[in-house]
C-alpha cells in the first residue's frame, strides 16, 4: 500500500496518518459460525454505499455442520473494493481478517509477503491449535515473520463492553464478527452508520442481540481509533461509474429479477416449480417473496415433480421455470426431453456446483456444459444461455426467456455457485427501453380439414422460427391433445411413421440450429485488430480474463478476448473469428468441454486450459498461461 495523502485526524488526540489507496482486497476467514458471510456482506454494502467498485466471493464450507474449530468448517469471505473498474474478487487478499487459528491456517498460503493479518488472538489456544493442526502457536514461533501481524483479543473485549448490558458471556462471545467488522471499516474509513442502521433493522425484535452487535462493531471502530496498534488507517475512493441508479446485487438475485423481469415483458404469469438445491436455492427464496408481481412458486418433493410442475403450467399459458444444479439435471432430463418433443417453453436454470454425484456442494465448477448439450436420450436439442458475471444473470434471464417463448422450446440457462452467491454494482436498467415479449398465443384454427371444416393444428409450424403455435387450454376451436409420444407434422396426432419421425427430428433440430440468425454475433475485444491470441470463455471465467488480458496487454503482449453467452447454437460468425488468430486459449473450470466443442466445430486448434479445484480462476493463472501461449512475458 502507497502512501499518497496524510492528514492528521480531527477527533483522536494522538497524530494518525489516513493513506488513500486504489483498491484493497479483503478476507474474512472464520467458523462456520463465526458469521462470516454476514460480516463480509456488511462490509461489501457499506463499500457499495461509499461508491467503490467491488467484487466478491463467498467461500462457503462443504459440508453444512463440520466441526467447530476444524479445517473443514472455515467459511471466508474475499472482496475487492476500489476507486476503478475491477473484475474480480483479487487473486490474493492484502488483507486476512482470521477469527480461529483453522482460519487462518486455511488460508494463509494464499498470501504473500507484506500482506496484513488481523487475527481474534483470543482464540489461539492450546485446545484450538490442536484441532487446526498446529504443532505450536503461529502467532509466537515465527511462522508469520513474513506478514504484518496484528492481534487483537476480539473475543474478550466484545465481551467486556456487553457485560453492562446484561448480555452473557457466551451470548456476547457471537457479536465478535461485530467486533471485527467494525475495526475493518475504520481501518479502510468505512461509513459507520449503514452498519448501525442495518443492525437496528436486524434485530429490532431482539434486543438483547441489537446490542450486542451494535456495541461490538463500535468497539471495534473505536479500538483501531484508539489503540496505538496500526501504522494508518486507509481511504479507497469512490469509483467512476456511467450516470444511473444503482444497487449491490448477486447472481442468484440478479436472475430472480431477470425472470420477473421477462415475465411482464411477456405478459406472462410466471410459475416457477423446483426443489430446494444448493447453490441454486436462493431463486426460489427470492421469487417466493415476490407475489406482488403475479409470481407463484411450488417447492416441490423432488427435482422430476419440480420439472413436471413447470411443463404443466407453460402448457396452461404460463411461463414455466425450474431452477436447480448439475445432480438436479440429471433427474430432469427426461422431461426436458418431454418439453422438447412438446415444444413448450421452458427455462431450466442449472447453477452449476463441483460434482460428480453430491461432489462439492458449495463450490463453483462449470461442469455441465455436455450435459446441457447431450444428456437426453434421443435427438433432444435445446438452446444454451450461459451468465457471465452476477449483474449479467439478469441479461441472461430474459435472453432465455425470449428464445424460449419465440421458438417453443426449453432452454438451459447455465450460471455457476461463483455466479450465484458472488456480487456487484449493477445499474438498474431503464424498463422501458426492454424488449416486448410476444408469446404471440394461437387465438383461431389454422388449418381447414377434407370436409372443409377449419380445425386446429398443433404442429403447423411457423415458416420463419419453424416454433409451432402455442394454445393454452380453454380457446373454443383450439382444443388438442400433447404427450411424449412422436407426433405427425403439422395435424399432431400419434405417428409411428419412420419417414415422419425423422422429418420431426430434423425439424427440431433445425428450429434450435436456426436461432443462430436471431442472436447477437460475437464481439472480440482486440484493441488493435492484430491480436495473436485470442482468449475464448463463457460463463463466470469473464472477469478473471477480462483482467488477465489487461495485464497481458499492458506488458506488450498483443492478446483478444471473446466470450459466449449462447452456448446452442453458437453464434453465426464464431468460425470467422477463430480463422483470424493463430493461438486460441480457452480457460474453463472443467477439463476442457468448450474446447472440445470448438475444436469438433470448427477444426481449429483450441488449447484448453482447466481447473477443477471448486474455486475460481485468479487472473495471473490465465496471464501466466497467455505468457506460455505467446513464448514467456513480454
Known amino acids: 500500500?502507497?502512501?499518497?495523502?496524510?492528514?492528521?485526524?480531527?477527533?483522536?488526540?494522538?497524530?494518525?496518518?489516513?493513506?488513500?489507496?486504489?483498491?484493497?482486497?479483503?478476507?474474512?476467514?472464520?467458523?462456520?459460525?463465526?458469521?462470516?458471510?454476514?460480516?463480509?456482506?456488511?462490509?461489501?454494502?457499506?463499500?457499495?454505499?461509499?461508491?467503490?467498485?467491488?467484487?466478491?466471493?463467498?467461500?462457503?464450507?462443504?459440508?453444512?455442520?463440520?466441526?467447530?474449530?476444524?479445517?473443514?468448517?472455515?467459511?471466508?469471505?474475499?472482496?475487492?473494493?476500489?476507486?476503478?473498474?475491477?473484475?474480480?474478487?483479487?487473486?490474493?487478499?492484502?488483507?486476512?481478517?482470521?477469527?480461529?487459528?483453522?482460519?487462518?491456517?486455511?488460508?494463509v498460503g494464499v498470501l504473500e509477503k507484506g500482506a496484513t493479518l488481523v487475527v481474534n488472538a483470543d482464540a489461539f489456544d492450546e485446545r484450538s491449535l490442536a484441532k487446526a493442526g498446529y504443532g505450536s502457536n503461529p502467532l509466537s514461533d515465527g511462522s508469520l515473520a513474513a506478514f504484518t501481524v496484528y492481534e487483537v483479543p476480539m473475543t474478550s473485549i466484545t465481551q467486556e463492553v456487553c457485560k453492562d448490558a446484561g448480555v452473557k458471556p457466551r451470548d456476547a462471545e457471537r457479536s465478535k464478527n461485530f467486533f471485527a467488522l467494525g475495526l475493518v471499516s475504520w481501518l479502510y474509513t468505512r461509513p459507520v452508520e449503514p452498519t448501525i442502521d442495518w443492525i437496528e433493522k436486524r434485530f429490532a425484535d431482539k434486543p438483547l442481540v441489537l446490542e450486542a452487535n451494535a456495541r461490538a462493531f463500535r468497539a471495534g471502530y473505536h479500538f483501531?481509533?484508539?489503540?496505538?496498534?496500526?501504522?494508518?488507517?486507509?481511504?479507497?475512493?469512490?469509483?467512476q461509474f456511467p450516470p444511473g441508479e444503482y444497487t449491490q446485487i448477486s447472481g442468484n438475485q440478479a436472475l430472480a429479477w431477470g425472470l420477473i423481469a421477462a415475465s411482464k415483458l411477456s405478459g406472462l404469469p410466471l410459475f416457477l416449480g423446483s426443489y430446494p438445491i444448493t447453490p441454486a436455492s436462493d431463486i426460489l427464496h427470492e421469487l417466493s417473496r415476490r407475489k406482488e408481481f403475479g409470481v407463484r412458486t411450488f417447492q416441490a418433493e423432488d427435482e422430476i415433480a419440480g420439472i413436471g410442475s413447470a411443463i404443466g403450467a407453460a402448457f396452461g399459458g404460463s411461463l414455466g421455470v425450474t431452477t436447480t444444479s448439475g445432480p438436479g439435471v440429471d433427474l430432469k432430463s427426461e422431461a426436458i426431453g418431454l418439453a422438447v418433443n412438446l415444444e413448450l417453453p421452458l427455462v431450466v436454470v442449472d447453477v452449476q456446483r463441483g460434482g460428480p454425484s453430491t461432489g462439492l456442494p458449495t463450490k463453483a465448477e462449470q461442469a455441465d456444459l455436455l450435459h446441457a448439450m447431450y444428456g437426453r436420450h434421443g435427438e433432444a436439442p435445446v438452446p444454451i444461455v450461459a451468465a457471465r458475471t452476477p449483474s449479467h444473470c439478469f441479461d441472461a434471464a430474459i435472453e432465455a426467456v425470449r428464445i424460449a417463448v419465440k421458438y417453443r422450446t426449453p432452454v438451459l440457462l447455465l450460471s455457476d455457485g461463483y455466479l450465484a452467491n458472488g456480487a456487484e454494482p449493477w445499474r438498474l436498467p431503464d424498463v422501458d427501453l426492454l424488449e416486448p415479449i410476444d408469446p404471440a398465443f394461437a387465438t383461431a384454427p389454422n388449418h381447414v380439414d377434407a370436409d372443409g371444416t377449419p380445425v386446429f393444428w398443433p404442429y403447423l409450424r411457423d415458416p420463419e422460427t419453424l416454433a409451432r403455435p402455442w394454445a393454452p387450454p380453454g380457446i373454443p376451436g383450439l382444443e388438442h391433445r400433447v404427450g411424449g409420444l412422436e407426433k405427425a407434422d403439422g395435424s399432431g396426432s400419434v405417428s409411428y411413421d419412420p419417414a415422419n419421425h425423422e422429418r420431426m427430428v430434423r425439424l427440431r433440430a433445425a428450429k434450435i440450429d436456426g436461432i443462430a440468425r436471431d442472436i447477437p454475433p460475437v464481439e472480440v475485444d482486440d484493441e488493435a485488430g492484430d491480436a495473436e491470441l485470442l482468449v475464448l470463455g463463457w460463463g463466470s471465467t469473464y472477469g478473471a480474463i477480462v483482467a488477465a488480458v489487461r495485464r497481458a496487454r499492458a506488458r506488450g503482449h498483443r492478446v483478444a478476448h471473446a466470450h459466449l453467452v449462447h452456448l446452442h447454437p453458437f453464434p453465426e460468425n464464431l468460425g470467422e473469428v477463430l480463422a483470424r488468430y493463430r493461438r486460441v486459449l480457452v480457460p474453463e473450470m472443467n477439463l476442457g468441454q468448450l474446447s472440445r466443442l470448438v475444436r469438433a466445430e470448427y477444426l481449429v486448434d483450441a488449447r484448453s486450459l482447466s481447473k477443477v479445484q471448486g474455486v475460481p480462476f485468479r487472473a495471473r493463472e490465465i496471464e501466466a498461461a497467455i505468457d506460455a501461449e505467446l513464448g514467456g512475458p513480454a
Open 1 to 107: 500500500m502507497t502512501t499518497t495523502e496524510e492528514h492528521r485526524t480531527e477527533e483522536h488526540p494522538r497524530e494518525q496518518r489516513k493513506s488513500k489507496i486504489s483498491r484493497v482486497v479483503v478476507r474474512f476467514a472464520g467458523d462456520s459460525g463465526d458469521g462470516m458471510q454476514l460480516t463480509g456482506d456488511r462490509f461489501t454494502a457499506s463499500s457499495a454505499l461509499f461508491g467503490n467498485d467491488l467484487s466478491t466471493f463467498p467461500d462457503f464450507p462443504a459440508e453444512i455442520r463440520a466441526p467447530s474449530g476444524t479445517l473443514a468448517g472455515v467459511s471466508a469471505f474475499q472482496v475487492q473494493i476500489a476507486d476503478l473498474d475491477v473484475t474480480t474478487p483479487g487473486d490474493v487478499p492484502n488483507v486476512l481478517v482470521a477469527m480461529n487459528p483453522a482460519a487462518l491456517k486455511a488460508n
Open 224 to 239: 483501531g481509533e484508539t489503540a496505538e496498534l496500526f501504522e494508518a488507517s486507509y481511504e479507497v475512493g469512490p469509483a
